[in-house]
């Protein structure tokens, strides 16, 4: 299994980035994939998910500025991230696990850790 990250970079406050990432390998125990961040001094969490079905979940500090879309056939997920914020300066890593890790089709429970965990992407906000 293989997650490969792309983007991230440097931003003003305001400003915008997008990461992208793509799995490889057993696709089919990959269902949700998306992304999570760690911040220094700070617990790693949720950024957004998206499940081969079309569900999402964001976590509460990004929902209404970042969006995550899916090509499911090119087995990658796209982030976009607008209005950032200085607290959004964090690694970034791309994840997946399968549905039933999420809690069913609705997404309803975040693990901590999925199974699946690609390289860290470095996001970093300026003002």
């Known amino acids: 299994v293989q997650l490969q990250a792309f983007g991230g970079g440097t931003a003003q406050v305001g400003g915008s980035l997008n990461l992208s990432c793509t799995a490889s390998g057993k696709i089919w125990d990959m269902n949700v994939l998306g992304w999570y961040r760690q911040a220094p001094g700070i617990q790693r969490e949720l950024v957004a998910v998206?499940?081969?079905?079309?569900?999402?979940r964001y976590g509460p500090s990004v929902e209404g500025r970042f969006t995550i879309t899916r090509n499911n056939a090119a087995n990658t997920v796209y982030l976009e991230m607008n209005s950032l914020k200085l607290e959004d300066t964090a690694v970034y890593y791309c994840a997946a696990d399968s549905l039933k890790a999420f809690g069913a089709a609705t997404l309803t429970t975040i693990p901590n850790r999925p199974r699946y965990w690609g390289q860290g992407t470095k996001v970093t906000v300026s003002s």
């Open positions: 998206f499940s081969r079905g079309g569900s999402t």
